[in-house]
């Protein structure tokens, strides 16, 4: 168990699940599909421990899913997953906040929200002062947001 990023750890489990050999290649074989949030800490194949915020990412050519911790998503596949994971926290702590950039993208991209709450999103996201009718609309795009996010662990 490790306390910190450990590159090599995380090279070489990487490379074991995919199908090319070359760092370089494998790294293009791999992509973010999901988020999640542990109830209990877990540990990232680079060796970090404790991690909460997981990024599931998936080996388009073998297939191979796996779960690592956001830190190794952005030096790995240079995808800001910290951003998705703080515009999380800032929802639940104030649902008339809006999701930032990144995470509207991910969540589009997804399917969560549709093109309407995108566009809306999009045009409102830093406004401070909304109407009643676009507080309302903010709420609802957050809570299928936090719907969304796949919890793991004891409930």
Not at 62 to 84: E, H, P
């Amino acid at each position: 168990m490790g306390d910190g990023f450990n590159f090599a750890q995380l090279k070489k489990a990487i490379l074991g699940l995919s199908k090319a050999t070359d760092w370089e290649v494998a790294k293009k074989e791999w992509k973010l599909v999901g988020i999640t949030e542990a109830d209990e800490p877990e540990q990232c194949l680079c060796g970090h421990f404790p991690i909460i915020d997981l990024c599931s990412i998936t080996n388009g050519t073998t297939g191979n899913t796996v779960d690592v911790g956001n830190v190794c998503v952005k030096r790995f596949l240079g995808f800001r997953s910290d951003l998705i994971f703080a515009s999380i926290k800032r929802i639940r702590k104030d649902m008339t906040k809006a999701i930032g950039e990144d995470a509207t993208v991910f969540f589009h991209q997804r399917g969560v929200i549709n093109n309407w709450e995108y566009g809306f999103q999009q045009s409102t996201m830093k406004k401070r002062k909304l109407s009643g009718a676009q507080l309302a609309s903010r709420r609802q795009i957050n809570e299928k947001v936090l719907a969304a996010i796949s919890r793991r662990g004891i409930a």
